[in-house]
């Protein structure tokens, strides 16, 4: 199996594993979005700290790529804090379409901070991406959920960001495992404080939801992190759109959310561009 296949089953291991965590987040109710960070985090921290503790020839740490680790730990943070703020306050598919913004910020920040060449025809299809973006957004006054589509964009953002610092540590050798235990060490920490003093109780049930939605999250991140350490984002990013599938079925079956038209107008518009430039980095790729 080639590095671009692996990479591939990666992204929709991940795409279904992050699903799972939306629904799970959702489910768990009325609980303030930075705890639920704090439970995600501290599920994913412990695993990872077994595969280092395991591993420690393979996960060692070096200097040099401590303030990429620290960059993609806060903008991860970001991305995570901005993500699940959606998912309690829009519907699922929804959130995740904005989550999924992500990859075309990855290709932005790639190119200006890795200096992966971006085309003019890719630079069109992005700008098509934050077209259906809007369609989703439905920038008005008179939507009352647009600070929280706009919250959810810019956690795309922050995840699409981190990515790019997953890649560039993947290029120097920087374990996937402990990229994983570092970014969830450090969102623990930061969101620690609130837990603190404003800690919100939690039911039995909601405590092993949370549970189980940190361990989907763990998976997904173990996935996530192992796919762009296989291939580059261009050749693999339009899988990640499979969790806007998986999150609708989701939503469906367990929430009964069905999204408006405007919505699905602005899903089609963003997996079509995600389609579009997978094939001419595919036809390039051929060619070349």
């Given at each position: 199996?080639?590095?671009?296949?692996?990479?591939?089953?990666?992204?929709?291991?991940s795409?279904f594993?992050f699903a799972?965590?939306?629904?799970?987040v959702?489910l768990?109710g009325?609980?303030?979005?930075?705890?639920?960070?704090?439970?995600?985090?501290?599920?994913?921290?412990?695993?990872?700290?077994?595969?280092?503790l395991?591993?420690?020839?393979?996960?060692?740490?070096?200097?040099?790529?401590?303030?990429?680790?620290?960059?993609?730990?806060i903008?991860?943070?970001?991305?995570i804090?901005?993500?699940?703020?959606?998912?309690?306050?829009?519907?699922?598919?929804?959130?995740?379409?904005?989550?999924?913004?992500?990859?075309?910020?990855?290709?932005?920040?790639?190119?200006?901070?890795?200096?992966e060449?971006?085309?003019?025809?890719?630079?069109?299809i992005?700008?098509?991406?934050?077209?259906?973006?809007?369609?989703?957004?439905?920038?008005?006054?008179?939507?009352?959920?647009?600070?929280?589509?706009?919250?959810g964009?810019?956690?795309?953002?922050?995840?699409?960001?981190?990515?790019?610092c997953?890649?560039?540590l993947?290029k120097?050798?920087?374990?996937g495992?402990?990229?994983v235990l570092?970014?969830?060490?450090f969102?623990?920490?930061v969101?620690?404080?609130?837990?603190?003093?404003?800690?919100?109780?939690?039911?039995?049930?909601?405590?092993?939801?949370?549970?189980?939605?940190?361990t989907?999250?763990?998976?997904?991140?173990?996935?996530i992190?192992?796919?762009?350490?296989?291939?580059?984002?261009?050749?693999?990013?339009?899988?990640d759109?499979?969790?806007?599938?998986?999150?609708?079925?989701l939503?469906?079956?367990?929430?009964?959310?069905?999204?408006d038209?405007?919505?699905?107008?602005?899903y089609?518009?963003?997996?079509?561009?995600?389609?579009?430039?997978?094939?001419?980095?595919?036809r390039?790729?051929?060619?070349?």
């Open positions: 199996m080639d590095r671009r296949t692996k990479g591939i089953l990666c992204i929709l291991s795409a594993c799972l965590m939306n629904m799970l959702r768990s009325d609980i303030p979005s930075i705890e639920k960070s704090f439970f995600r985090n501290a599920v994913a921290a412990a695993a990872a700290a077994v595969i280092v395991k591993d420690r020839r393979e996960t060692k740490l070096r200097k040099e790529g401590i303030p990429l680790l620290i960059l993609r730990s903008l991860g943070t970001i991305g804090l901005g993500n699940f703020y959606a998912v309690d306050h829009l519907i699922l598919p929804d959130a995740t379409m904005l989550n999924k913004m992500a990859p075309f910020f990855t290709l932005i920040f790639s190119a200006v901070f890795l200096k060449r971006i085309s003019l025809k890719t630079a069109v992005i700008t098509g991406a934050f077209i259906g973006a809007l369609f989703v957004i439905k920038p008005s006054f008179s939507n009352a959920d647009l600070s929280a589509s706009i919250i964009l810019i956690g795309g953002l922050g995840a699409g960001s981190a990515y790019t997953v890649r560039a993947g120097r050798g920087t374990s495992p402990l990229v570092f970014f969830s060490l969102s623990c920490l969101t620690l404080p609130y837990l603190i003093f404003s800690f919100h109780p939690l039911t039995m049930k909601q405590f092993l939801i949370l549970i189980l939605a940190g989907a999250a763990a998976g997904g991140q173990f996935s992190t192992a796919a762009y350490r296989f291939a580059p984002a261009r050749e693999i990013s339009v899988y759109y499979s969790q806007v599938i998986f999150t609708a079925l939503g469906f079956f367990v929430f009964s959310q069905i999204p038209g405007y919505s699905f107008l602005g089609a518009i963003i997996i079509l561009m995600a389609v579009i430039m997978y094939i001419s980095d595919r390039t790729a051929h060619a070349a």
